[in-house]
């Protein structure tokens, strides 16, 4: 008892700013309970620029249908030709869907010139919103860092993990099969 009342500041010291970081865990743990998780599946694009192309998503504004077409850059033998580029849909419920799209009509003949890039046939009647933000507030963000907490937050660690998600609320979820290397084009969201 002796220890307690001759080191008094010491204790408080210590123990009130412990005290503080977990009540701010808390709160912060508290903010995320009643956030629902996303109700529309997010669609994207992986390696959207590489191999000497450069992709364009256009959703038509009336059938809200998705257009994909590619322009090819420089010589596609030197960039390493043209290899697949995915299509990812995904909703943390219902997992990952994966479309390998087809480029095969993309060639050095088309240098310059835009290029329509054949969807697969489940994919060409959904409907898309095009918005980096869903209709129930989650929005989708490049390179989130992977583990990230009160404490990291107050003393600036982070592993250099980096991946695309979809945010609301300080909740995030990760999009599969995203890094910060290759680029991820965000297409939209798909309609209920």
């Known amino acids: 008892m002796s220890f307690i009342k001759e080191n008094i500041f010491i204790i408080l010291g210590v123990s009130l700013p412990l005290l503080l970081i977990g009540l701010l865990t808390l709160f912060q743990a508290a903010s995320k309970i009643d956030t629902a998780p996303p109700e529309h599946r997010a669609a994207y694009i992986v390696n959207n620029q590489a191999y000497g192309m450069r992709l364009v998503t256009n959703i038509d504004s009336e059938t809200k249908h998705l257009k994909i077409s590619a322009t090819v850059l420089k010589n596609i033998v030197d960039s390493g030709g043209i290899r697949g580029t995915t299509l990812y849909i995904y909703k943390k419920e219902s997992g990952l869907q994966t479309y390998i799209l087809d480029t095969s009509n993309i060639s050095e003949e088309n240098k310059g010139k835009e290029v329509i890039i ?68 965000f297409v939209g969201w798909i309609e209920k």
């Open 118 to 185: 054949p969807l697969p046939e489940e994919i060409k009647n959904l409907k898309f919103i095009s918005n980096t933000t869903s209709p129930d507030g989650y929005k989708f963000e490049h390179s989130v860092y992977r583990s990230s907490n009160l404490m990291t937050e107050i003393f600036g660690y982070n592993r250099h993990k980096r991946k695309d998600a979809v945010i609301k609320n300080g909740i995030k979820v990760f999009l599969p099969n995203t890094s910060r290397w290759p680029q991820t084009k």
